[in-house]
């Protein structure tokens, strides 16, 4: 875990700020209301166990990423915020307890016990007139119709929809956002530090503006973004509600070498008794066609050169969802097939609500294709199973 | 032969006017009615109100409390309870629906036919625009409850209204919507509803009626019944930036 003491600053700074505005809220109890309304929690406790099957590969060998065969743990997510007349504060502390046991590799028989405390995401901002507002701080900042990934994003196009369970982590952002009218918007953003997303190897500071269009029925938006070690995209994303039931989307981004451009084409239908399905096409062009996988990567990272968080150049999503079925079961079914390693990758994603306040859930996610291919190469399996119970 | 000949065409022209005239005069009130009733179920401007949803469903009934800002066909719905359900949101703008719930990374396109819960989709809680949606045919007036009500026939304008056809009843005394019956496209019932008008506003100086209850019933399958609850109805003027997505996720 990267050291720092930026989350825990925070922390102390938001707890005296909220205890001074409280102290002095007593004196005048209009204040003090306005203190209590402007304030909303959700604090969600998730205790889950994992268990899944390391593959020995050439991205992998002999699992030098330290994957565990069995995994069990306690999250405790809080996600504070308080809203005071042009000022919103926010601010999401985490405290995850993991229990790992290794089979395979260097580690193999190894168990251990670790307490994990960080900030997830925060955030302040200040509404300086009804159409500008500027913030800064901490958040997973995430955009687009698409379900695969979000080609447009400049800085995280992976969106996280293949585990909700887990959080897609935050890096740190200053945005103002300016609202000149119902249709159009701009977002001008400058991401300042990796925060937690700590993948990437070298970070640069990357700036971008995103220009919004609403329309009846439809929606573009340009997200022109350049990082500070030259790299210049286009992003852009665009849908159309075709009708009550039919959605189509398109999202992408443009680099300056023409060949590596990313497009993704989709759309979503919604049957009358409820399910959706969703259907999606990706081309990235910077995706890589070198046989075997492991000629792809660079071994034991794990890191993906192409801009998509996929390896190879075409995929396939094909997403089933039903929610609230007998309004408790919600159930989501992906299934994702790389057209170039002919391997599939499925994934489902079941909730079962057990009253207001607890929820069960399991994530299972089988790979097809072996070792030699991209979703074979890391783990044959993962099943995930747990309860979350959320205040 | 000339003046009778001027006689006839005077009172052809008469006829024809007479005709178009009072054809006019129906399609304006036909227009005027939907629009009171349209009235009594949003705001252009905007609304703020708590929309509680029970549905009943065979042995459980499972409910849900919304906080819903509406201003004319854009609507911001956050779910207040139950616990786990706290922070999901969706955001209707321009027919552009999109759905955010803390697990998810990020809001998501979803279509005006997902349900919101039981039978009640997201399109039910918006205010109702059949005045401009939809193209109205009178049919004979009807009694509901013992109250008279004028019945319309009311289609699509296009494809992109909730529903493709709703027969509506409107009293004729109050110009409220009191019941309604959802066609498919193949002209089957599929939903009916009653509404109820507890609520009062203020519009133009006049105490109007307002929504306080819908209750959805299923015609296909089920038999279940939901019924939304509307509270504390408050008119105000509601900036863009509400339903701004770049700001709906916190």
Redesign the interface.
């Given at each position: 875990m990267r050291p720092t003491r930026l989350p825990h600053i925070i922390l102390v700074w938001l707890v005296v700020g909220v205890g001074l505005h409280l102290a002095a809220a007593a004196a005048t109890s209009t204040l003090s209301d306005e203190l209590w309304q402007g304030f909303t929690s959700r604090i969600n406790l998730q205790a889950f166990g994992l268990v899944q099957q390391p593959v020995d590969s050439r991205v992998n060998p002999g699992n030098v990423l330290n994957l565990p065969r069995y995994q069990a743990e306690v999250d405790i997510r809080p996600d504070l915020r308080l809203t005071f007349r042009r000022l919103e504060v926010s601010i999401k502390p985490r405290l995850e307890l993991r229990w790992q046991q290794w089979e395979e590799g260097s580690r193999q028989g190894d168990r251990d016990t670790e307490v994990e405390t960080f900030v997830h995401e925060w955030l302040v901002r200040y509404r300086m007139s009804e159409q500008l507002f500027a913030s800064y701080g901490r958040e997973n900042l995430q955009w687009g119709p698409a379900h695969l990934l979000s080609l447009s994003n400049p800085f995280n196009a992976a969106n996280g929809q293949n585990n909700p369970r887990i959080e897609v982590p935050g890096l740190d952002y200053s945005r103002v956002v300016w609202i000149p009218s119902r249709e159009w918007n701009v977002s001008v953003i400058a991401n300042t530090d990796e925060g937690r997303f700590a993948q990437r190897q070298d970070f640069h500071r990357t700036y971008a503006v995103k220009l919004d269009y609403n329309a009846q029925r439809t929606y573009v938006s340009l997200i022109p973004a350049y990082r500070e070690d030259g790299v210049f995209r286009l992003g852009f994303f665009t849908g159309w509600t075709v009708s009550d039931a039919l959605l189509l989307h398109m999202e992408g981004s443009i680099p300056e070498h023409i060949d590596d451009t990313a497009i993704l084409v989709g759309g979503s239908y919604t049957f009358t008794l409820g399910p959706t399905i969703v259907i999606e096409f990706l081309h990235d062009g910077s995706g890589c066609r070198r046989e075997p996988i492991g000629r792809c990567v660079a071994p034991g990272t794990g890191i993906v050169a192409p801009t998509s968080g996929l390896i190879r150049q075409h995929y396939v999503l094909v997403q089933y969802t039903h929610t609230h079925l007998q309004d408790r079961l919600n159930l989501t079914l992906r299934w994702m097939h790389n057209l170039d390693d002919t391997a599939n990758r499925l994934i489902g994603i079941i909730d079962y609500e057990l009253g207001d306040h607890i929820q069960l859930f399991v994530i299972g996610n089988v790979n097809t294709g072996g070792k030699q291919v991209e979703f074979g190469s890391l783990v044959d399996y993962a099943v995930m199973a747990g309860v979350s119970y959320t205040f | 032969m000339l003046p009778l000949l001027t006689t006839v065409v005077g009172c052809a022209i008469m006829f024809v006017t007479v005709v178009l005239c009072s054809d006019l005069w129906a399609t304006e009130s036909t227009q005027h009615i939907l629009r009171r009733a349209d009235e009594a179920r949003g705001n252009l401007e905007g609304i703020t109100w708590e929309v509680v949803l029970e549905?009943v469903?065979?042995t459980?009934t499972?409910t849900m409390t919304f906080d819903v800002k509406a201003r004319a066909f854009?609507i911001v719905v956050a779910n207040l309870?139950?616990?786990?359900h706290?922070?999901n949101t969706v955001l209707m703008?321009?027919?552009?629906?999109w759905f955010y719930k803390?697990?998810?990374?990020?809001?998501?396109?979803?279509?005006?036919?997902?349900?919101l819960?039981?039978n009640a989709a997201y399109?039910d809680i918006a205010a109702t625009n059949y005045a401009q949606d939809y193209t109205a045919t009178v049919l004979a007036d009807d009694t509901v409850n013992g109250e008279l009500c004028a019945v319309f026939d009311l289609l699509a304008k296009d494809?992109?209204?909730?529903y493709d056809r709703i027969k509506y009843w409107i009293a004729k005394g109050r110009l409220v919507g009191i019941k309604a019956e959802y066609f498919?496209v193949s002209g089957k019932k599929?939903k009916s509803a009653t509404m109820e008008y507890a609520n009062t506003v203020t519009i133009d100086g006049e105490e109007r009626p307002f929504i306080s209850h819908i209750r959805i019933h299923d015609e296909l399958?089920s038999h279940d019944v939901t019924t939304l609850t509307f509270h504390r109805p408050r008119f105000q003027r509601l900036?863009?930036?509400l339903?701004?997505?770049?700001?709906l996720?916190?």
């Open positions: - | 549905a469903e065979q459980h499972t854009d309870a139950p616990p786990q706290k922070g703008l321009q027919g552009n629906m803390p697990r998810l990374s990020k809001p998501v396109p979803i279509s005006q036919r997902q349900k819960l039981g399109g494809k992109k209204a909730t498919t599929f399958l900036p863009d930036h339903f701004n997505l770049n700001l996720v916190k």
